[in-house]
T-cell receptor, first 113, second 111 residues
């Protein structure tokens, strides 16, 4: 079975802190994604990557950056955390371009105080 | 962009049938996915439709009408464990590999 692992289940950070959310997948998938999930808004795409060292902005990239130095790892970075970034963050991966279903990690619930 | 609409919440009793509708407005449609998400857990894949018609998978079926921009997920013989959020997601030809999600439908199954 595909496994997508997110390093933290819960995180509490202070406003202005730099925050790293880590995601690792074990199925040699080319594509990796970061979504945030908020009540009533559903999942919104922040950034995605089709290959190592490659990244593209999703629908809501402001305030975030990403890093993909290795194929299996995709990191989401909040340069200076703000309270409106309190959310559930979900990492996902899929194989090959095109019509592939996403496999999700269990999520990181981030609270910014 | 895409506009994906689904009801916020539905309630049904154990053993019954529930139909969750999803409507979408998009250009370059390239498939529709349904995911199930239990509280505090990761979304898991349920079904994928790209052609018109009904896809059946055990107690769950998914239907698509491309001309109407409409899909539904049918859950039969409801069980308590089916209480979850059901997410409709669309892939378009200009968003290769990416999915746009609706807000999700919370299904509550009562005894």
């Amino acid at each position: 079975d595909v496994k997508v692992t997110q390093s933290s289940r819960y995180l509490v950070k202070r406003t202005g802190e730099k925050v790293f959310l880590e995601c690792v997948q074990d199925m040699d998938h080319e594509n990796m994604f970061w979504y945030r999930q908020d009540p009533g808004l559903g999942l919104r795409l922040i950034y995605f990557s089709y290959d190592v060292k490659m990244k593209e902005k999703g629908d809501i990239p402001e305030g975030y950056s990403v890093s993909r130095e290795k194929k299996e790892r995709f990191s989401l970075i909040l340069e200076s955390a703000s309270t409106n970034q309190t959310s559930m963050y979900l990492c996902a991966s899929s194989g090959d371009r095109g019509l592939e279903k996403l496999f999700f990690g269990s999520g990181t619930q981030l609270s910014v105080l | 962009g895409q506009n994906i609409d689904q009801p916020t919440e539905m309630t049904a009793t154990e053993g019954a049938i529930v139909q969750i509708n999803c409507t979408y407005q998009t250009s370059g449609f390239n498939g529709l996915f349904w995911y199930q998400q239990h509280a505090g857990e990761a979304p898991t894949f349920l079904s994928y439709n790209v052609l018109d018609g009904l896809e059946e998978k055990g107690r769950f079926s998914s239907f698509l009408s491309r001309s109407k921009g409409y899909s539904y997920l049918l859950l039969k013989e409801l069980q308590m464990k089916d209480s979850a959020s059901y997410l409709c997601a669309v892939m378009t030809t200009d968003s290769w590999g990416k999915l746009q999600f609706g807000a999700g439908t919370q299904v509550v199954v009562t005894p």
